[in-house]
């Protein structure tokens, strides 16, 4: 597969779901793929190094790396209702854990809190969300793969966990409960859909191969759309055991009109929050062609 595009993307379910067609040989006319598996966070160094022709990586890492990189219009992560939360453990007596001030996020002053990347979305909406939250600042970040976040704040591990994807679903089952949810805050502030996952191309690859990659990305969404079951058994494969149910709840949370195509809400989402975390000093500031295709 040596003129196969390198690309790489997460195993979950939204993800596989999205690329099962293209990846398989099944998008007439679309580049052939040599495919690997990596968690955001190291995508996103991937993208940093200048690695692989085609990654999906977390928007927040755009500022930098597109000059590299063109961000394309399709085949990410947007979305309502889908943003990351806030995890603390529950208490099992009815006592606020130490450190916690009882029924407000003020109470995360000072404590642990562990996060998936320090080059994630989620991270950056926690970051803006805390700035206005959490007065006196957190204490220590940890970052760890994002499936072991829950088990870590449920064995007391660390204060709190900012977790992403299915948690949104199971983490009742670890029995902690959600102290905030971070979309909510940005979609409440600023009307906008939550950006959370993108699809980077060098743009050394020419317009003409980008116009193709964007074109292979979203027929290859809309043929998942159309026969949800030829995807089922590359999703189940690489979903880490994960309840067909809980990943079918993923792809219908995550893969929306915005994988289609970002359109105008899309782009003014990306431009915001990135435009908000470089005016806090949290990103470098954008170019104002920064995220133009092609």
């Not at 803006?128 to 760890?144: C, F, R, S």
């Not at 979309?183 to 996952?197: F, N, Q, V």
């Not at 359109?263 to 005016?279: E, P």
């Given at each position: ?39 955001i ?34 085949g990410g ?13 529950e ?41 206005e939250?959490v ?10 793969p994002f ?16 977790v ?48 193709l ?5 979203r ?48 782009y ?15 990103v ?10 092609g």
């Amino acid at each position: 597969m040596s003129d196969a595009l390198q690309i790489a993307y997460s195993p979950c379910p939204n993800d596989t779901f999205v690329f099962d067609a293209w990846a398989h040989g099944r998008v007439p006319g679309a580049p052939a793929l040599d495919v690997t598996f990596a968690d955001i966070d190291i995508t996103n160094g991937m993208a940093e190094r200048g690695e692989l022709d085609v990654l999906k990586v977390s928007y927040a890492v755009l500022p930098w790396v597109l000059d590299e990189y063109a961000l394309l219009p399709c085949g990410g992560a947007l979305g309502r209702g889908c943003g990351p939360l806030v995890l603390t453990k529950e208490p099992g007596t009815g006592a606020t854990p130490p450190g916690f001030a009882a029924g407000g996020s003020g109470g995360l002053t000072g404590l642990t809190v562990a996060v998936p990347s320090e080059r994630s979305t989620a991270y950056l909406l926690f970051r803006l969300w805390a700035a206005e939250a959490v007065p006196g600042g957190v204490g220590e970040v940890v970052v760890m793969p994002f499936h072991e976040i829950m088990p870590a704040v449920r064995d007391g591990k660390v204060d709190a966990g900012l977790v992403i994807h299915e948690a949104r679903f199971t983490y009742q089952r670890y029995g902690l409960h959600c102290l905030a949810d971070m979309g909510e805050h940005w979609e409440s502030t600023t009307g906008l859909p939550i950006p959370l996952g993108a699809i980077i191309a060098k743009r050394s690859l020419g317009a003409e191969t980008l116009k193709l990659l964007a074109e292979s990305a979203r027929t290859s969404v809309r043929m998942a759309w159309d026969d949800p079951e030829a995807s089922r058994p590359y999703v189940l494969e690489h979903a880490q055991e994960m309840d067909p149910a809980v990943a079918d709840q993923h792809i219908g949370l995550y893969v929306n009109e915005f994988t289609a195509d970002l359109g105008a809400d899309g782009y003014a989402a990306v431009r915001g929050l990135l435009t908000r975390a470089a005016a806090e000093g949290l990103v470098p500031p954008l170019g104002p062609d920064a995220l133009s295709f092609g």
